[in-house]
């Protein structure tokens, strides 16, 4: 793949996204939930990816392993850039299952500095494989003007609509013009329409409208 940001100006597939973040990110900042019910975080690699799901490794005596295995779910966030306005993020939210020892050969060839890590045969009987099978993800590319966002789902996860919406009682006023910072509000009808993929979600918009016309869901 291209170690540039991928262009928004075609729809992107499920799978493009999930391989962007294996082979262009890599290193992801994924969180679990504690005993006490508090969030963990670590970070950790996704070594592989196929149509619908992630695949990464840790072993079982870590304290990550035994929260995989009780909550049997985590989220994460993976970023490429050099800084913030030249950012991709890409966050998923998903179900997880072990799959066991079966693919670490396959995922050690694919990623073999791993053999640093665990250098020996023995020492590979430490670790497992985890699937993220089933989840919600978000593209955010601040790098673009007007910023660009998508959503997607896998592994027969239900897509939940999230943003700012326009509704009939929008009287064209154009209130919500000026405070918009990515200008995302197109006025060609009334009622007007806020452009879902440059959205921020900042929320101004519905904030200043004099008729209450915007709504969040």
């Not at 262009?24 to 006490?36: K, N």
């Not at 989220?75 to 950012?87: E, P, V």
């Not at 601040?142 to 609509?161: D, H, M, N, V, Y």
Request: charged share 20%; net charge negative; proline share 5%.
């Amino acid at each position: 793949m291209t170690s540039e940001p991928l262009s928004k100006e075609r729809h992107m597939e499920t799978q493009e996204y999930l391989a962007y973040i294996v082979n262009e990110i890599h290193t992801t900042i994924v969180a679990t939930v504690d005993e006490e019910g508090l969030p963990v975080t670590a970070a950790i690699d996704m070594m592989d990816s196929d149509d619908s799901s992630l695949y990464f490794l840790t072993a079982k005596g870590k304290g990550f392993y035994h929260r995989l295995k009780k909550r049997g779910f985590l989220a994460l966030t993976a970023i490429k850039g050099q800084d913030t306005m030249s950012s991709v993020a890409v966050s998923v939210r998903g179900k997880v299952r072990e799959l066991g020892y079966e693919r670490i050969p396959a995922l050690f060839e694919k990623n073999p500095y791993m053999h640093q890590i665990y250098p020996s045969e023995e020492a590979l009987h430490a670790l497992t494989v985890f699937q993220i099978h089933e989840g919600t993800g978000e593209w955010f590319d601040l790098s673009k003007k007007p910023i660009e966002r998508a959503s997607f789902t896998f592994g027969g996860a239900q897509k939940k609509t999230e943003g700012f919406f326009i509704t009939d009682a929008c009287i064209g006023c154009g209130s919500c013009l000026p405070v918009c910072p990515q200008s995302c509000i197109s006025t060609g009808s009334i009622p007007f329409l806020i452009q879902q993929e440059h959205c921020l979600h900042c929320g101004s918009c519905m904030s200043i409208c004099p008729v209450g016309a915007i709504c969040q869901s």
